[in-house]
T-cell receptor, first 114, second 112 residues
C-alpha cells in the first residue's frame, strides 16, 4: 500500500543547530512530494514541493529537501534553526493519478530551545 | 485574496447529534478536499470534490458521513449521529487545478 513514514515524532534542538527530518515513502511509480508546516494555532502551510527536475528543492524560510529516488526518501533540512521554527512538520506525497490525493505522514514535532 | 475558510473553528456536539462543517475554497478554486486528523496521527484523506461532483470518496466512512460541494456556496462535510470516535480536526483544502493544495485552519470537533 502507498504510505508515507516519518520516523522522528518529536525533535528538540537548540537554536543554531542543524535540522534533518526523515521522510520515506513506499510506492514504485511516479510520486510528488511535499513538506508542510503547522505553526502553533495556525493552519498547514506548504514549505516546499517536488514534482520533477532537480532533486534538491529549496523552499521558504531557508528549508530544503532532497529527493533520493533509490532510497524512497525526501528528507527536510535546515542548516541553522531558529526558535520561530518550533512547529509540527508533515511530509506528504501524492502517487501517480489524475489528481493530487495527498497522503500524509504522522508528523514530527520540532521544539527549538532558545 | 482570502485563504481557505472553514467554520466553525470549534464545534461541540453530544453523541447522536449531527455535525455540519463548512469550507469556503479560495476564489477561483474548483477542487476541494477534506482530511481528518485524529489525535497523534497525520491527516487522512477523506473525499475529493469538484463543483457538484464527488470525484473520490474512498477515504470516507461508509456510514454517517457525507460531503457536498454545490454550485453555489461552501462545501459541506456532514456527520450524522456523531460518536466519540468522530472527535478530530477536520481540514479542508482547495486547489485551482490538480497540483498544490491550500489548507484551511481546520474545524476541531469534540463529541461529548
Amino acid at each position: 500500500a502507498q504510505s508515507v513514514s516519518q520516523h522522528n515524532h518529536h525533535v528538540i534542538l537548540s537554536e543554531a543547530a542543524s535540522l534533518e527530518l526523515g521522510c520515506n515513502y513506499s510506492y514504485g511509480g511516479t510520486v510528488n512530494l511535499f513538506w508542510y508546516v503547522q505553526y502553533p494555532g495556525q493552519h498547514l502551510q506548504l514549505l516546499l514541493k517536488y514534482f520533477s527536475g532537480d532533486p534538491l528543492v529549496k523552499g521558504i524560510k531557508g528549508f530544503e529537501a532532497e529527493f533520493i529516488k533509490s532510497k524512497f526518501s525526501f528528507n527536510l533540512r535546515k542548516p541553522s534553526v531558529q526558535w520561530s521554527d518550533t512547529a509540527e512538520y508533515f511530509c506528504a506525497a501524492s502517487f501517480s493519478g489524475g489528481y493530487q490525493k495527498v497522503t500524509f505522514g504522522t508528523g514530527t514535532k520540532l521544539q527549538v530551545i532558545p | 485574496n482570502a485563504g481557505v475558510m472553514q467554520n466553525p473553528r470549534h464545534l461541540v456536539r453530544r453523541r447522536g447529534q449531527e455535525a455540519r462543517l463548512r469550507c469556503s475554497p479560495m476564489k477561483g478554486h474548483s477542487h476541494v478536499y477534506w482530511y481528518r486528523q485524529l489525535p497523534e496521527e497525520g491527516l487522512k484523506f477523506m473525499v475529493y470534490l469538484q463543483k457538484e461532483n464527488i470525484i473520490d470518496e474512498s477515504g470516507m466512512p461508509k456510514e454517517r458521513f457525507s460531503a457536498e460541494f454545490p454550485k453555489e456556496g461552501p462545501s459541506i462535510l456532514r456527520i450524522q449521529q456523531v460518536v466519540r470516535g468522530d472527535s478530530a480536526a477536520y481540514f479542508c483544502a482547495s486547489s485551482p487545478d490538480t497540483n498544490e493544495q491550500f489548507f484551511g485552519p481546520g474545524t476541531r470537533l469534540t463529541v461529548l
